[in-house]
């Protein structure tokens, strides 16, 4: 079996990477990354020697490099993660997120068609549903739930949804699709709560919350969502949709005290900023679905999740001190430059 994975050099698709690594050792696979800021090439590096693996740097927009690797590789699998996920970057500059979430998926599924594939898989994001009010708790949204994105990230990712569905239903592209709640653990790119909030701390540098912090998100481990996905593209109905959630809502604020708790830090360091322009309240999923089709269910609960990222951390200080420092972008000449 051969997988390309796309943004495999980022936070999920990396962990994904060492997953299937790990569990199937007679796959191959090969990672297809850009390498733009979110991208880390150092996060492969217990990889990179491994014969079964392969590193790609290209852009998923970019259609002869992605048909040329198509033609090398000949996949039976697709898994993409690569997209422009980070909220804030796209209220900011929406055009190269409507390029990368919706162009590059298009020229994905046209390499696919193109040379056939058993499965394309498309990671998406709760983020596609909008956001749920606080004040009810006994609502989640589930994958017949309507689309109504806050945000040009969110959109563009719902867009990515839509035409992996029109794929399917007019080319036949045998395509699955995930939607997950919010992802934390090793090798998260620090400008996300959970590591922003570990690394800033570990400085004694402010903590900075949206607002009251009073908004909730679902939070899943990171090897859990992995897991999730590994069984979605072996097991998964073409043409579906899987919600996947750990059903752990937290609020931003008690996330980040607990952090400062575990880290020994004062919460005088929490500093409130001004609150991201449509910032979505509460995000819940349910994920019936994939737990009683395919017998998923996350095996991580939070308090042990977050000691366990926490730890990774503090262990890893060089990891995430190079992405602050931007010494982590050399890493792809030293690896490749004399190549």
């Known amino acids: 079996m051969t997988i390309i994975v796309t943004g495999g050099a980022g936070f999920i698709g990396s962990n994904f990477i060492f997953h299937m690594l790990a569990k199937y050792p007679d796959y191959r696979i090969i990672c297809l990354d850009k390498l733009t800021y979110a991208g880390n090439l150092s996060t492969l590096a217990d990889v990179m020697d491994n014969p079964d693996f392969r590193f790609v740097k290209a852009d998923i927009c970019d259609r002869e490099a992605v048909e040329q690797l198509f033609a090398e590789e000949h996949p039976d699998i697709v898994v993409n993660f690569a997209a422009e996920s980070h909220v ?119 903590l900075p919350i949206y607002g009251s912090g009073e908004n909730v998100r679902d939070w899943i481990y990171v090897d859990d969502h992995c897991k999730a996905i590994d069984m979605i593209i072996h097991k998964g109905k073409v043409g579906e949709i899987y919600n996947v959630g750990a059903s752990c809502e937290m609020r931003n604020i008690d996330i980040v005290k607990l952090i400062c708790k575990e880290l020994g830090k004062q919460e005088s360091l929490i500093t409130h900023v001004t609150d991201r322009k449509g910032h979505d309240m509460r995000y819940a999923v349910d994920p019936t679905k994939i737990h009683n089709e395919l017998g998923w269910l996350p095996e991580t609960k939070f308090a042990d999740g977050i000691k366990k990222t926490i730890k990774w951390y503090l262990e890893n200080r060089k990891w995430w001190e190079d992405i602050i420092s931007g010494e982590y972008q050399n890493y792809y000449e030293k690896m490749y430059g004399n190549r």
């Open 88 to 206: 804030d970057r796209s209220i900011e500059d929406p055009g190269i997120f409507l390029q990368t979430n919706i162009m590059g998926t298009a020229v994905l599924m046209d390499a696919c068609r193109k040379f056939g594939i058993t499965r394309y898989h498309q990671v998406s994001t709760d983020e596609v549903y909008g956001d749920l009010p606080l004040d009810r708790a006994e609502l989640s949204f589930t994958e017949t739930s309507p689309l109504r994105p806050s945000s040009p990230y969110s959109s563009s990712k719902a867009s990515a949804d839509l035409l992996a569905l029109s794929y399917k239903r007019t080319y036949g592209l045998p395509v699955t699709i995930s939607r997950c709640g919010n992802n934390y653990g090793p090798y998260q790119f620090p400008e996300k709560l959970i590591p922003l909030m570990i690394s800033n701390a570990l400085q004694d540098k402010p």
